[in-house]
């Protein structure tokens, strides 16, 4: 099993759709996760850090379920602007503070 | 502005020439980290710096070389870059290693090719 998987999509959405994605880590000692966006060949911009339970900012929720090792993030009222790749990122167990990355969820929001 | 800078963005060299890659952060982190991403491989941590002068290996290190001489700067050195250095390079910083405060922030990325 990775350490950390992602669905690589793509999702194609409409504008003003909800869209989900999901990302499993393996690591069940990690206490932080967190959501990163990437556009084509930029770096990645930190969306969404989770320390317990979930976290909402605006459009976007991110909930984890350390039972089945899981974290979510839920997107409401995709715009154009949303299209990206999406990556979740969980400290290595190596307490090296390497972050391992998924592969990445892309989305394209269509009008 | 806080963020972390990367220079060059962009670099197109041959084979055996020695380069280094700065970076720079102006939010006085103390954890400082290099990443290559590549097609297919995602992004894959090199060397990392947890405080001034300590240094460490990360999953891939070999051909690259850093030093953490001053808070803020983590330069990173290819001695003699080879073709499969060609990659996307990031480098990140954050407060400290441990949560809260490890949200890593990431500066824009330097494009290598090495000929």
């Known amino acids: 099993r990775k350490e950390v998987e992602q669905d690589p999509g793509p999702f194609n959405v409409p504008e003003g759709a909800t869209v989900a994605f999901n990302c499993t880590y393996s690591?069940?000692?990690?206490?932080?996760f967190f959501w990163y966006r990437q556009d084509c060949r930029k770096e990645p911009k930190l969306l969404m850090s989770?320390?317990?339970s979930g976290n909402e900012d605006g459009r976007f929720t991110a909930q984890l379920n350390r039972a089945s090792q899981y974290i979510s993030l839920l997107i409401r009222d995709s715009k154009l602007s949303d299209s990206a790749t999406y990556l979740c990122?969980?400290?290595?167990?190596?307490?090296?503070?390497?972050?391992?990355f998924g592969q990445g969820t892309t989305l394209q929001v269509k009008p | 502005e806080a963020q972390v800078t990367q220079n060059p963005r962009y670099l197109i060299t041959v084979t055996g020439k020695k380069l280094t890659v700065t970076c720079s952060q102006n939010?006085?982190?103390?954890?400082m980290s290099w990443y290559r991403q590549d097609p297919g491989l995602g992004l894959r941590q090199i060397y990392y710096s947890m405080n001034v002068e300590v240094t460490d290996k990360g999953d891939v290190p070999e051909g690259y070389k850093v030093s953490r001489k001053e808070k803020r700067n983590f330069p990173l050195i290819l001695e003699s870059p080879s073709p499969n250095q060609t990659s996307l390079y990031f480098c990140?910083?954050?407060?400290?290693?441990?949560?809260?405060?490890?949200?890593?922030?990431f500066g824009p990325g330097t494009r290598l090719t090495v000929l």
């Open positions: 990122a969980v400290p290595g167990s190596s307490n090296t503070g390497k972050l391992i």
């Open positions: 989770v320390y317990s």
């Open positions: 939010m006085n982190h103390e954890y």
């Open positions: 990140a910083s954050s407060r400290r290693l441990a949560a809260p405060y490890n949200e890593q922030f």
């Open positions: 690591n069940s000692a990690s206490q932080s």
